[in-house]
């Protein structure tokens, strides 16, 4: 049984499906995914079998190859979505797991580079959560 996934950027331009199974899902917490994501850690999926199809904007994905480094990021022109890294090397793809628009029925299997874990990303489960936005934000 083959597995597939739908996904899009936030502006909606660029459509991809995936199809194929993704053998892992990581969060990296190196600082190349912080500022790439402008969060603590990046959440990516990883397969050396699945294929990217774009249905939609593919001429609206921007490459970024970060100079001196194997650290790749694709992403939307107009909003800055990150997309999947459709061939890495011929390797394997990398997708974002924020950028499926169909439910995934996997767990990260772990944490990467957690030397570089931002100072402030400890002990999120003593934080607030909020549903909603709540009242006393600015």
Request: include cysteine; aromatic fraction near 10%; proline fraction near 5%.
């Amino acid at each position: 049984m083959t597995n597939k996934h739908t996904g899009s950027c936030l502006c909606g331009q660029i459509k991809f499906e995936i199809i194929g199974h993704f053998e892992s899902f990581f969060l990296c917490h190196c600082q190349h995914c912080q500022k790439g994501t402008g969060s603590a850690h990046g959440a990516n999926l990883f397969s050396t079998t699945a294929k990217v199809n774009w249905l939609q904007g593919r001429e609206q994905v921007t490459r970024y190859n970060l100079p001196g480094t194997r650290h790749t990021k694709c992403f939307c022109s107009h909003c800055g979505s990150g997309m999947p890294v459709d061939n890495f090397n011929g390797q394997f793809i990398v997708v974002p797991a924020g950028s499926l628009d169909t439910p995934l029925d996997m767990k990260p299997n772990g944490h990467l580079f957690c030397s570089s874990q931002a100072s402030w990303e400890k002990d999120f489960d003593s934080v607030a959560r909020f549903e909603k936005l709540p009242n006393s934000t600015p």
